[in-house]
């Protein structure tokens, strides 16, 4: 090998992060319930639009009930992902849920 080889090689980073820096951009994949995925996606794009204008983030839904999340800022794809979670993912026995109950 040539001394240029070496100037150009990639490095691995041996270990993940334990927390990413708040404006360091993320991605989320949620997977959606398939009956649930209309009420993702609102009355002609509703929901999603709310979504994408309230946590300035772009949301994408593949035909295997994937929800992709994407945003530059950590904290708003958090909130992002929270609500998608609420509208689209079933609640399951065993699950914790956090609310208040109006009667």
Known sequence: KNKEDHNHQLYKIDRKRKKMKPFAPRAEIIQCDEERRAKLIGSGGEMIKYIRDMYSCDIDLDN???VYIYG???KLVSEA???VRDVAVAVKEGDIVVGEIVE
């Open 64 to 66: 295997n009930g994937q």
């Open 72 to 74: 530059k800022d950590s």
């Open 81 to 83: 992902v929270r609500l």
